[in-house]
Structure formats: C-alpha cells, structure tokens
C-alpha cells in the first residue's frame, strides 16, 4: 500500500534520525522509503522469534520493542528494549541465519521494514551504512560482555543495583527524588535482565526501600 505524502515524510524523518541511516541525503533516504513498508502492532504481539528466517531490519518509529529469550521451562531474558529512531534484527539480516532472539511489542508500536536484498543494496552503495552497523554491534558486545560479567562474578544485589544503573543511564530523567527511570518495566522483566526469579528481585528492592 502507498504511503501518503506526509507518511512518507514522516517516516523519511525518522530515518534521518535513525542509527543506521541517519548520514544519507535527503534523495537516497526518499529512495529507501519506497523501498520499505510501515507496519503496525498492538501490544504484546511477537514480531518474531527466535529461529525465524532473517530477512528483514526493523526501525522502529514509534513504541517500544522489548528483545529476550525464554528458556524450556518459561524463563525469560530480557537482552533489551528498542526505541523510536533504533534499529533491530541486523544480525540476522547479515549473516543470513536464523533470528537469535525474540522480539515483543511493549507498547503499540510502528515500524518501518526494509527486506534484507534492499538493504545489502544500499550497503553495497553506501559501505558508510555498514560501519554504523558495526559500531552498533560492537556496543551491543560491550553491553553482553558487561551482563555476563555481572551474571558471574556479582552476586543478587550488585547485578541488580548495576541493572539499575545502566537502566538510569538509557532511560533517567532528573526529578526532585534524584532519578526517574521512565521505562515501565516489572520486577519480573527486570529478573530477567539480571538472570534472577521475581521473588529474588522484589525480595532485594524491599530491602532497599527499608534503609
């Protein structure tokens, strides 16, 4: 289905201010728009799972994605959230295998699709593009590196403290208290940032909220 004039715009704004495209001009970021197409979904809905076919980037223009994987026995982890103007699904698209994780509407959520032979095109044109890739997957190394460090070698209350912490840095805003973290996020899902049952997690924050 054709996008409106003002949809296109729209959406071209977007990916000016993405992490991937945000350095290509005005007429190749229009091109990219009619290659791509705008989807919507509720809340709660699965865009895909882990071991679906990866053939496709997702920019998210508006809502929240939440990445993570679930265990044989229902555990999850939460390997983390998407935000408007962030990309999501590069490994896959580059590689060519399957997806490694799941990834879940928070909120209702718009997103902008471009199928993997589109953008490999535009990499091949613009090698820029896959530089950006690249620094992103490497900050998301650092951030795996940094989780699995804490899962060893911190026991409950330093990972969830340094959860927390890297949680005030994405997510913070000033308040009277000291911060906010504006992310709605449960005692459950932040179990499953820090590899803890929710009974652990809300057991240290009750703690916490008694000193």
């Not at 996008?3 to 945000?22: H, K, M, P, Q, W």
């Not at 940032?193 to 057991?203: H, S, Y």
């Amino acid at each position: 289905m054709s996008e409106t004039a003002t949809n296109r715009e729209a959406i071209r704004d977007a990916l000016a201010d993405s992490d991937v495209f945000g350095a290509l001009a005005d007429d190749e970021l229009d091109r990219l728009v009619a290659y791509g197409r705008r989807i919507r979904h509720p809340a709660g809905r699965v865009i895909f799972q882990k071991g679906d076919p990866g053939d496709s980037l997702m920019v998210v223009l508006s809502g929240r994605i939440k990445i993570g994987t679930l265990s044989p026995d229902g555990r999850e982890a939460v390997l983390g959230f998407i935000e408007p103007c962030r990309s999501f699904g590069e490994i896959a698209l580059l590689d060519g295998k399957p997806r490694s994780a799941d990834a879940t509407a928070v909120t209702p959520v718009e997103l902008f699709v471009l199928h993997r032979a589109d953008v490999m095109s535009f990499i091949e044109r613009h090698p820029g593009i896959a530089l950006r890739i690249i620094g992103m997957l490497c900050a998301k190394l650092r951030r795996t590196t940094e989780m699995v460090e804490d899962h060893v070698l911190r026991q409950m209350e330093g990972r969830i403290a340094r959860a927390l912490l890297r949680l005030a840095d994405d997510y913070g805003r000033p308040c009277a208290e000291g911060v906010r973290i504006e992310l709605r996020l449960s005692q459950r899902e932040l179990g499953g940032i820090v590899g803890l049952a929710r009974e652990n997690v809300n057991r240290q924050l009750a703690t916490w909220r008694g000193r």
